[in-house]
């Protein structure tokens, strides 16, 4: 079975969520050349990100009947001076677009980039786990 398509997500929203949407997308994938896109098979969810599961994840449009979040994986430990990130979560925070102008709020880019680079870092902390054990295994 092929996954779920960006075109069939949105089918289901209206046209205000809609071009937020698109928009929202414009604006990460402007933002994270060579990201990949993801859309989930069960929630209303789109990921970016530069590699598989969880951990390869930057961000995520969260679609909803009243809008667009802007999910961030590590969020919970970015500098937010401006408080843009809302949401519990003890990793996984997000801000709200409820306008096109949203995508312009002060902070909004530092945020996503500062998402990308903590991955990013994630993922060499677990490139640098794998081959010390290899090492230590091959000895």
Known sequence: MAGRSLDKLLALYSDPVRDLALRARDYILKLLPGVQETVDESAPVIGYGYGPGYKGVVCTLILSKSGVKLGLNGGANLPDPHRLLEGTGKVHKYIRIETIGDLRRPG????????????????????????????????
């Not at 500062?114 to 081959?131: I, K, M, N």
């Open 108 to 139: 909004l880019r530092q945020l996503v980039r500062d998402a990308e680079g903590a991955r990013h870092e994630r993922q060499l902390r677990t490139s640098r786990r794998t081959t010390s054990r290899a090492r230590r295994a091959a000895s």
